[in-house]
């Protein structure tokens, strides 16, 4: 079995959906699972829904009715003699939509929230596979939340992996097409559960891990992966091969590459992952697999903006040891500060966050009550892995003040002064 993943950009128009059955008639689709996302913003648009029916429950939501202009505009132009049948199947789903949502008693903001979400997933894949069938491609549409079994933790729910495991054995069994979706799932008492923002790839992750797939293929808008956010940087190159260890060290440090959490089921059974140009199909793109670290071995640019550079110092002079660094980590555990970059001397300390949850202020006050602390907000931060002598001189380029630089063999880091 194989398993493609398309995102929500793939299948954001009516071009989109045609070029799904272009990519499975250019490379094949026997014996295969694709995992689907809501189309387009549609994700966007069902939370902006939520935030609407949490400050009126009186009232429909406006989004709600455009979000049913868009997918009835897009089933308008894929369908021609069956058009009236999916348009019943597609107001029916938003029939069930607008129920839930005036029959809903509970005030769960999470819970709510999946429960709704869930719906941009449902729709897509509703929507495609009617239209795969049209072009007379035999194919079965799957409801996810039959197979990926979670906790009750709603928006960010934890797979209960042998439960799924199980599931989808039975539900996929020997079909040969199959179209499901990407981000949902269910507990155990049935309710819909969603696996975090763009968690789509791990749903096709999950899936390949439990199929023993040979491979899933990511299809996307780029070549495959590239060693620099084409946004940022002028120059990239298509990385051919990655290492798992290599993908999951170019996620941490926070290259928009591929979830790590969708790696870790894929690199436990040696599954490669293709990320592949839906454009141009037939192309390589990357494939991440056993093997080689990195193929072009090129140093790989990964910018994060808008970091705060918080630096510590003891108010006494005495140096800052574990006892302080201990007590400084929890703090930033306890205000969800991601932490991406530390370093210390003996009365100073210096650490690179996220200010994820806005909640800056709060901490600062907590630390200023033990340390002397200076912020500074809105920094760059600067990661090159396989850096050379180019890709540092890549730094003074910018021109912007390094604030802090840290090198090991393999990465070199710099905070820039934006
Ligand atoms: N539709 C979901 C989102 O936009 C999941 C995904 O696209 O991966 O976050
Ligand atoms: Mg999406």
Redesign the pocket.
């Known amino acids: 079995m194989k398993v493609f993943k398309f ?2 950009a793939s299948v954001k128009d009516t071009a989109g959906v045609k070029n799904i059955v272009k990519v499975l008639k250019s490379v094949g689709f026997e014996k295969t699972l694709v995992v689907i ?2 189309m387009g913003k549609s ?1 966007n648009a069902l939370e902006e829904i939520i935030k609407q029916y949490f400050n009126d429950k009186t009232k429909t939501p406006q989004g709600l009715i455009e979000l049913k202009a868009y997918h009835l505009k897009i089933i308008e132009d894929l369908f021609k003699e069956n058009r009236v049948e999916v348009c019943s199947v597609v107001n029916e789903l938003f029939e069930e939509l607008h129920g839930f949502i005036r029959l809903n008693k509970s005030p769960d903001y999470s819970y709510v929230y999946d429960q709704v979400v869930s719906f ?2 449902l729709l897509s894949t509703t929507i495609i596979h009617h239209y795969i069938v049209n072009q007379g491609i035999d194919c079965c549409w799957l409801d996810a939340r039959n197979c990926i079994k979670t906790d009750d933790y709603y928006r960010a729910a934890n797979l209960d992996w042998d439960a799924t495991l199980t599931n989808v054995k039975k539900q996929v069994g020997n079909a040969s097409l199959v179209i499901t979706q ?2 949902i799932g269910s507990n155990s008492n049935n309710f819909t559960t969603t696996l975090g ?5 791990y749903s096709a992750a999950i899936f390949g891990y439990a199929l023993n797939a040979e491979s899933v293929t990511i299809w996307k808008d780029v070549p495959g992966i590239l060693n620099a956010d084409p946004r940022v940087f002028e120059e990239t190159q298509l990385l051919h091969q990655i290492s798992y260890r290599e993908a999951i060290e170019l996620a941490f440090y926070g290259a928009s590459v591929i979830h790590p959490k969708t790696l870790q089921p894929l690199q436990r059974k040696e599954i490669p992952l293709f990320v592949k140009s839906f454009e141009n199909p037939l192309d390589d793109g990357t494939s991440v697999s056993k093997g080689k670290t990195l193929e072009p071995h090129v140093p790989c640019y990964i910018v994060k903006k808008d970091q705060v550079l918080i630096q510590l110092s003891s108010i006494d002079f005495s140096f800052i040891v574990e006892e302080n660094i201990s007590y400084i980590f929890s703090l930033l555990h306890e205000y969800q500060m991601p932490v991406e970059l530390i370093q210390n001397s003996a009365i100073t300390f210096s650490v690179c966050v996220t200010n994820k949850y806005r909640r800056l202020q709060e901490l600062v006050l907590v630390l200023r009550s033990r340390f002397n602390v200076e912020v500074i907000e809105g920094v760059d931060l600067f990661t090159i892995r396989h850096f050379d002598i180019k890709a540092t001189q890549y730094i003074e380029k910018t021109g912007k003040e390094v604030l802090l630089e840290q090198r090991t063999s393999e990465t070199a880091q710099f905070v820039l002064r934006a």
């Not at 923002?197 to 790839?201: H, L, T, Y």
């Open positions: 995102g929500g996302s809501a994700t941009g997933e990407g981000f923002r763009e968690g789509s790839d």
